[in-house]
C-alpha cells in the first residue's frame, strides 16, 4: 500500500486498462522524468482540454478543426509564457530556494521544509558544472540514502557518500579523520580451484606449512593496502578474515562487498580511481576526505567532507518507510526543479498567475482568428480556469469568486498576480517569492495539448483478445494437416 499526495507516484500505481486512461498516465510520466514536477497541472489539463473538446464536438465542430485550434493555441501559450519568463542568475541560492519550495509545497513534510530546500539546493549546486554559459547537472550524481530512526529533522547533506555497511572488525577504528581511502574491486581471498586435486600430507609439519603460506598470502593483501598509505578500504568483494586481522592490527577501517554502483559513486566523490586488483594499488589512486566514520544508529558508514566532491549523497532519517518515502519524493522534486532552473535560466511566477495570464490573451488572440478554428482556440484557452480554480478548491476557497478576482487582476495590467493558498488574497507572485522553472509549465502544455489531439484523432475503439479453439484442440492459427 502507498501513502501519498504525490501525483506521479498516485498515477504510477494505478491499473487502468482504458487506452485513453493509459495515455493521460503516459503524460504524467514524461512529465515526470522531463521536468521532476508539475505532474498534476499536466493531466488536469488533459482532462480539461478534452471536457472543451467534448462540448465543441456535440456542437457539430469537426475534431480535425479542435485539432488546428488547440496547435494554434498551443504555440501562442507558449510564446505567451517565453515573455512571461523571467531570467534567474544560475547560483542564485535564494531564488533557488524559493523555486525547491515551490516544488515541495503541499507535500506531507511540510514541517521540515525549510530545510529539506537549502538541502536540495545545496546539492545539486555542489555538483553543478559550467562550461562558458552552460550549466549542466546531472540527477545521477545526487545519491539520496534512507535511514529509518531519530527525526525527520535531521536530515544532512553529505559532501561525499553514504555506504549501507558496516566495517568488518570491530577491532577497526570506527572514526577515521584525513582519511586516505583505497577502492578495490577484486576479492582479497584465496581463491579455491576449479579443478579437483587430491593432496597427500603425511605430517602435521605439512599442514602447519600450508597454513603459513596462506596467511602470509593474505598479510600481502593487507600488507599492500597500508604501504600505499591507505587508512581505510572499500573492497567492492569479501576479504578474508585474515586480511581483516592484519588490516585491523595496521589501523585501517574497512568495508566489504561494497555494491559497484556505491563505488562508482564513492570514486567521483573522492576523485579517486578503483583498483582491479590490489596489486595495481599506488598512492595516486587513493581519494581523501575529512572524515570516514561508522554512524551510531545504523549500519551506516559516511564518507564526509570530500574536496569539490563530483558527487554528494542526501541522508534522510524518520521514523517509518512511509515518511521516509515522502521525503524523498520531495527532495527528488526539489533537486529535480532546481537543475531545471540552474540549466535554462528561466523562471516563472506560480500561483495560477501565469494559466490566468494565458487564458486571457489567447483568448484574445483567438478573436482576430477567423471561422470555427477560433471556437476551438478559445476552448483551449477556457482549459486553463482549471488551474486556478482548481487550486482555490484545494485551499478552500471559491473557485468562482478568485477566477473572477484574478481575472480582474490580470485586467489590470497584474501580470504576476496569483492566488495565495493561505489567506485567499490575490497577490504578486513573484514579490512572494512563488516562482518555478519555466521548463515545467512548457513541457506541461506541451504534453497534454498533444495527448489532447491524439485522443481527439481516435475514430474507433478495438478489443483484442487470444481466439480459443475447442477443447482438446490447437489454439489460432493453421489446421492441423491430414
Known amino acids: 500500500m502507498t501513502i501519498t ?3 506521479a507516484t498516485i498515477l504510477q500505481d494505478i491499473s487502468v486498462v482504458h487506452p485513453g486512461a493509459k495515455m493521460v498516465i503516459e503524460v504524467a510520466r514524461a512529465q515526470d522524468e522531463e521536468v521532476g514536477d508539475g505532474t498534476t497541472t499536466a493531466v488536469v489539463l488533459v482532462g480539461s482540454l478534452m471536457e472543451k473538446a467534448e ?27 517565453d515573455e512571461l519568463s523571467l531570467t534567474i542568475d544560475p547560483f542564485d541560492r535564494e531564488k533557488l530556494i524559493r523555486i525547491a519550495d515551490t516544488a515541495m509545497t503541499g507535500k506531507s513534510i511540510e514541517s521540515v521544509k525549510d530545510k529539506l530546500n537549502g538541502i536540495a539546493v545545496d546539492a545539486v549546486m555542489a555538483i553543478a558544472e559550467k562550461e562558458g554559459n552552460k550549466i549542466t547537472a546531472d540527477e545521477d550524481n545526487v545519491l539520496i540514502k534512507k535511514q ?20 568488518i572488525s570491530e577491532d577497526m577504528p570506527r572514526k577515521v ?8 574491486a577484486s576479492p582479497m581471498e584465496i581463491k579455491k580451484t576449479q579443478v579437483k586435486a587430491k593432496i597427500h600430507i603425511s605430517s602435521s609439519e605439512m599442514v602447519s606449512a600450508f597454513s603459513a ?29 585474515a586480511v581483516a586481522f592484519y588490516l585491523a592490527k595496521g589501523g585501517v577501517l574497512a568495508v566489504e562487498d561494497v555494491p559497484e554502483k556505491d563505488m562508482k ?25 575529512e572524515l570516514v566514520e561508522q554512524l551510531e544508529d545504523g549500519e551506516f558508514v559516511k564518507i564526509s567532507g570530500c574536496e569539490n566532491p563530483k558527487t554528494v549523497t542526501i541522508l534522510l532519517r524518520g521514523s517509518s518507510e512511509y515518511l521516509l518515502d515522502e521525503l524523498e519524493r520531495a527532495v527528488v522534486d526539489g533537486t529535480r526543479v532546481v537543475m531545471d532552473a540552474m540549466e535554462d535560466g528561466k523562471l516563472v511566477v506560480g500561483g495560477g498567475s501565469v494559466e490566468t495570464e494565458i487564458l486571457m490573451k489567447v483568448r484574445d488572440y483567438a478573436a482576430n482568428v477567423g471561422g470555427r ?4 482556440i478559445e476552448a483551449f484557452a477556457n482549459a486553463f480556469e482549471v488551474i486556478p480554480v482548481t487550486l482555490a478548491e484545494n485551499s478552500g476557497y471559491n473557485p468562482v469568486d478568485k477566477l473572477v478576482d484574478l481575472k480582474n487582476a490580470h485586467a489590470k495590467g497584474e501580470k504576476y498576480a496569483g492566488l495565495n493558498v493561505y489567506n485567499g488574497k490575490i497577490i504578486d507572485m513573484l514579490k512572494e517569492g512563488v516562482i518555478e522553472p519555466q521548463r515545467s509549465k512548457r513541457q506541461a ?13 481516435v475514430d474507433d475503439m478495438m478489443v483484442t483478445r487470444e481466439s480459443k479453439g475447442p477443447e482438446g484442440a490447437p489454439g489460432g492459427g493453421m489446421p492441423p494437416m491430414g
Do not use: W
Not at 177 to 184: E, G, N, P, R
Not at 265 to 278: D, G, P, S, Y
Open 5 to 7: 499526495n504525490d501525483g
Open 55 to 81: 462540448q465543441l464536438i456535440e456542437r457539430k465542430i469537426h475534431p480535425t478543426v479542435i485539432a488546428e485550434g488547440y496547435r494554434m493555441g498551443m504555440k501562442k501559450s507558449l510564446e505567451i509564457l
Open 148 to 167: 529509518a530512526g531519530d527525526t525527520m529533522d535531521d536530515a544532512e547533506l553529505v559532501r561525499g557518500v553514504v555506504i549501507d555497511k558496516k566495517r
Open 177 to 184: 579523520k584525513d582519511a586516505k581511502i583505497a577502492l578495490v
Open 213 to 241: 603460506q596462506e596467511r602470509e598470502a593474505l598479510k600481502r593483501f593487507a600488507d599492500k593496502v597500508i604501504e600505499s598509505g591507505a587508512n581505510v578500504l572499500l573492497c567492492q568483494k569479501g576479504l578474508a578474515d
Open 265 to 289: 559513486f564513492a570514486a567521483r566523490a573522492l576523485n579517486a580511481q578503483i583498483a582491479n586488483k590490489v596489486d595495481e594499488l599506488s598512492p595516486d589512486m587513493l581519494g581523501r576526505a
Open 373 to 376: 478554428v477560433q471556437l476551438a
Open 445 to 457: 502544455i506541451q504534453s497534454a495539448t498533444e495527448a489532447a489531439i491524439l485522443l481527439l484523432r
